[in-house]
């Protein structure tokens, strides 16, 4: 779909202002009232979901040009999808978050693009990888002596993916270690894709880049498939949004789960038990892929017709994607089942959980930005007089790590794995 295609759905937004707050019955606070980190930060309607609504329209017309600081406004959505859900709690016909994709596909067409996205797409094509600087050759070099099969080599149905963030980043790679250690020692038999492990491509088209991001796809999807795997476990919630709902989409029918639903699954069958308590009270974190955008993916076919030619309709039904089918209760049930763990909750959570500011790119593009946007929720995590903040996402924990709330106070910082692993 092109952004010409989506026209009627910029015309008839109401400017009803549901996609810069929470819901109201949501709200227990002004200072915790925001949804968009883009307009939070930028303060300019342009850079709300409406507002984009109405920049499409103005490009589209000829009326606005491609400018360095119109550039900036379209990338400046971090692909959270938060405005996707509050537009849904008071619409039922809008699509805000694929507009917005749509809004970035466009740009990077006419060559509108972020200095930092070139670097980062250069390296995507060389190394498999969206994080620069890398190099292919070391991509499986954190699963040295972990005893992981080799699914091309040994014959085994489960795929460990660690993804980008979690096989470079040093300072990460010890998460992705335990979590395969954790699972091994509950006796699940673990693979992985060897020199096919690649990059999944889903900050792509979190960035436009939809070519780049089906060819990332289907090179994986052939890989899954030639491998034999029958289920894909990740600990990176980016990795989790792309093969549950964008590879599904394009036909993959595999099993995916993030690390956190295997450990819950596991902590039921009574194959993982603590023994250690963890005398400390956190909060945590939902990642945006991992918790509104953890939707299944449902294929729809239909038409959008009006009635009365007024009101519009889709038949049949369309899936109606609001968030609040993620993953929210296995982390939270795996928190609680660790001994001496005291979990307090923030006031923005589960669908409508104030993003961390590295989705779309946005932490290597626009990093000044992205590091407000994790402020701002540093600061949310120290109202809740929590010792440290939760998350099960390495983007989330890096963006997390150094950032500063108002006062210029911060936070411990730890992967939900992190707890598990100290448990056990």
Request: proline content about 4%; aromatic content about 10%.
């Amino acid at each position: 779909m092109a952004l010409q295609d989506l026209r009627p759905m910029m015309e008839r937004c109401s400017s009803c202002s549901g996609c810069k707050f929470i819901p109201f019955e949501k709200i227990q606070s002004v200072r915790f009232a925001e949804n968009c980190p883009s307009i939070g930060y930028y303060n300019f309607h342009t850079y709300a979901a409406r507002g984009r609504f109405q920049l499409s329209q103005s490009v589209l017309d000829g009326r606005t040009e491609l400018t360095e600081t119109v550039t900036e406004a379209i990338h400046s959505c971090t692909s959270c999808g938060l405005c996707d859900v509050t537009c849904k709690i008071t619409r039922y016909n809008l699509e805000p978050l694929a507009h917005n994709l749509e809004q970035k596909a466009y740009a990077v067409e006419k060559g509108a693009v972020l200095p930092a996205q070139k670097t980062i797409m250069e390296t995507l094509a060389k190394e498999n990888s969206m994080i620069p600087g890398t190099k292919k050759k070391n991509r499986t070099d954190w699963a040295k002596d972990l005893n992981l099969k080799d699914l091309f080599k040994e014959k085994g149905e489960i795929a460990f993916f660690a993804g980008c963030k979690y096989s470079y980043d040093e300072k990460l790679q010890k998460t992705a270690q335990d979590a395969v250690r954790i699972l091994q020692h509950a006796g699940v038999d673990l693979g992985y894709l060897g020199a096919a492990d690649n990059c999944c491509t889903g900050r792509a088209k979190q960035m436009g880049y939809f070519k780049e991001f089906d060819k990332g796809a289907n090179t994986n999807i052939k890989a899954f498939e030639k491998a034999g795997v029958k289920t894909i476990v990740t600990p990176c919630s980016d990795c989790y949004n792309s093969f549950k709902r964008q590879y599904a989409e394009l036909g993959m029918e595999v099993e995916v789960l993030h690390v956190v639903e295997y450990i819950e699954r596991l902590i039921l069958e009574g194959k993982i038990k603590f023994s250690k308590s963890v005398p400390m009270t956190v909060t945590y974190h939902d990642p945006c892929h991992l918790g509104r955008q953890g939707e299944k993916f449902e294929a729809w076919e239909g038409i959008d017709k009006k009635i009365f030619n007024q009101i519009h309709i889709y038949e049949p039904r369309k899936p109606r994607y609001n968030g609040i089918d993620g993953v929210y209760d296995a982390p939270r049930n795996i928190l609680k089942a660790i001994p001496g763990v005291n979990l307090v909750e923030m006031e923005r959570i589960r669908e409508y959980s104030w993003c961390c500011g590295a989705g779309g790119g946005c932490s290597q593009t626009l990093p000044e930005y992205s590091a407000w946007t994790a402020g701002e929720r540093i600061a949310e995590a120290n109202s809740t007089g929590a010792d440290a903040l939760v998350t099960a996402c390495p983007w989330c924990k890096d963006n997390f790590t150094d950032a500063e709330d108002e006062d210029g106070n911060k936070m411990e910082v730890l992967d939900i794995i992190d707890l598990v692993h100290k448990a056990i």
